[in-house]
């Protein structure tokens, strides 16, 4: 059983900051890719940022020189740091995981239960 457990949601000014969180747990024997999806009211989960095990990263344009995505491999952990927050950045933030769980060959898409993040103007 491997579990995904997120925090660091809130309430945020617009300019203000955020740090989100998210740490795997289990029975886990290795994480590939891990990263941050968001979904807003009415709209499409979108990618906003992942990173490689080896650290590789991508962010959606909107997001770019704003937010950085980080991980402590030791710890099965990846974070989101949101900076310059804007409104439209106000959504529920997942966290998705790639990982072989113990005694698997294959690894498959793990997801937590989101945090709601909401920035007011």
């Known amino acids: 059983q491997v579990q995904l457990v997120e925090s660091g949601g809130g309430l945020v000014q617009a300019g203000g900051s955020l740090r989100l969180s998210c740490t795997a747990s289990?029975?886990?024997?290795?994480?590939?890719?891990m990263g941050w999806y968001r979904q807003a009211p009415g709209k499409q989960r979108e990618l906003v940022a992942a990173i490689t095990s080896g650290g590789s990263t991508t962010y959606i344009d909107s997001v770019k020189g704003r937010f950085t995505i980080s991980r402590d491999n030791a710890k099965n952990t990846v974070y989101l740091q949101m900076n310059s927050l804007k409104p439209e950045d106000t959504a529920v933030y997942y966290c998705?995981?790639?990982?072989?769980?113990?005694?698997?060959?294959?690894?498959?898409?793990?997801w937590g239960q989101g945090t709601q993040v909401t920035v007011s103007s």
């Open positions: 289990g029975s886990i024997a290795s994480i590939n890719a």
């Open positions: 998705n995981a790639d990982v072989r769980a113990q005694f698997t060959v294959h690894y498959r898409g793990y």
